[in-house]
């Protein structure tokens, strides 16, 4: 059964940090680019972060670069999402996911075949 589990959200006041956290099973990721969306409530789910299979290419919304980082250890099948200085409007249910080959666009959605639950993220102004 192929699987991705989101891990690490939680509660935090603004300007603070946390570290996501997607641990994969069921099939090995490790040629699949990689990427984190968001979803706000009443609010479509957005794009925030995404990696190539090797790790040497990372792509970031607007709304988030210079404050996350994406990266991956494809030794674990896990991904990660740091993310500093976080904001009130950083508040949504966060979700990663697979997109394998032959690579779909990575800022869209529906190139991603496989899914996580998602992990609430709270920032408190």
């Known amino acids: 059964q192929v699987q991705l589990v989101e891990s690490g959200g939680g509660l935090v006041q603004a300007g603070g940090s946390l570290r996501l956290s997607c641990a994969a099973s069921?099939?090995?990721?490790?040629?699949?680019?990689m990427g984190w969306f968001r979803q706000a409530p009443g609010k479509e789910r957005e794009f925030v972060a995404a990696?190539?299979?090797?790790?040497?290419?990372?792509w970031y919304a607007d709304s988030v670069k210079g404050r996350f980082t994406i990266s991956r250890d494809n030794a674990k099948n896990t991904i990660y999402l740091q993310m500093n200085t976080l904001k009130p409007e950083d508040a949504a249910v966060y979700y990663c996911?697979?997109?394998?080959?032959?690579?779909?666009?990575?800022?869209?959605?529906?190139?991603?075949?496989?899914w996580g639950q998602g992990t609430q993220v709270t920032v408190s102004s």
């Open positions: 996911a697979a997109n394998p080959p032959p690579y779909g666009n990575r800022y869209d959605r529906q190139s991603y075949e496989y």
């Open positions: 990696i190539s299979w090797s790790g040497g290419g990372t």
């Open positions: 069921g099939r090995t990721f490790s040629r699949d680019d």
